[in-house]
Nanobody, 123 residues
Framework: VQLQASGGGLVQTGGSLKLACTASERTASTDVIGWFRRGPGPEREFVAA????????DYADSAKGRFTISNDNAKNTVYLQMNSLKSEDTAVYYCAGRRLWAGSWHPSVFHSWGQGTLVTVSS
């Protein structure tokens, strides 16, 4: 399975962006799609996740109330709508998949990482 993230760009503080993660195919091994980001530090930070099968969603505290994850089954695409963007949201955003909706959201339990898309929030 290949996952491709897109939709990044430059936006002012308080603005919005909608990212897309398109899967080459739907498989059981990627029933859960997660969004992550890497800012100035070396670690990838969990942002949000959704299950294709159940529609369950989860968000990092930093994303709650501002970001919305959704999916379009017909397009094999998961979206991340980001509103009220802040400078600290500046990062490269990635999507990745895993089989189960269980356990932690640590990046090490995800696979099929796509190339990221850069989001820059300017003040």
């Amino acid at each position: 399975v290949q996952l491709q993230a897109s939709g990044g760009g430059l936006v002012q503080t308080g603005g919005s962006l909608k990212l897309a993660c398109t899967a080459s195919e739907r498989t059981a091994s990627t029933d859960v799609i997660g969004w992550f980001r890497r800012g100035p530090g070396p670690e990838r930070e969990f942002v949000a996740a959704i299950s294709w099968n159940t529609g369950n969603t989860d968000y990092a505290d930093s994303a709650k109330g501002r970001f919305t994850i959704s999916n379009d089954n017909a397009k094999n695409t998961v979206y991340l709508q980001m509103n009220s963007l802040k400078s600290e949201d500046t990062a490269v955003y990635y999507c990745a998949g895993r089989r189960l909706w269980a356990g932690s959201w640590h990046p090490s339990v995800f696979h099929s990482w796509g190339q990221g898309t850069l989001v820059t929030v300017s003040s």
